[in-house]
């Protein structure tokens, strides 16, 4: 009995393995800064920048660019305060909520944090 409950949790965990790395990043785009810049959102294009969000946090350190260098990798943001800038993400790959790519920079303006919102 105990051998029988054994190989179906070992079946079970093998199934939701595979179907995870089937699944995993199937959206993902690389991200393209002229793609991000010139993106609206439409119909056919509603994730586009949620898709390549992995690709712009793992190739670019956010971490430390300038207001300026951010404007020229990302464009204008939908947002913007003198600590702040909001770049609207579009919906995200579940599609019901929409995000935001928030900014926060420090008196040399110098991104200190940034963070996605998803809701």
Do not use: C
Request: aromatic content about 16%; cysteine-free.
């Amino acid at each position: 009995m105990l051998k029988k409950i054994f190989f179906f949790i070992l079946i079970l965990v093998s199934i939701i393995s595979v179907g995870y790395f089937l699944t995993k990043d199937k959206d993902a785009l690389e991200f393209s800064s002229e793609k991000w810049k010139n993106w609206t959102e439409s119909e056919t294009e509603l994730s586009t920048r949620w898709n390549m969000i992995e690709s712009l946090r793992e190739n670019h350190k956010l971490n430390g660019k300038t207001k300026q260098e951010l404007i020229i990798l990302l464009g204008e943001p939908q947002i913007k305060t003198d600590k702040e800038f909001y770049y609207h993400l579009g919906m995200s790959g579940f599609g019901i909520n929409t995000g935001t790519l928030y900014f926060e920079f420090d008196n040399q303006n110098k991104v200190i944090k940034f963070d996605i919102w998803d809701g």
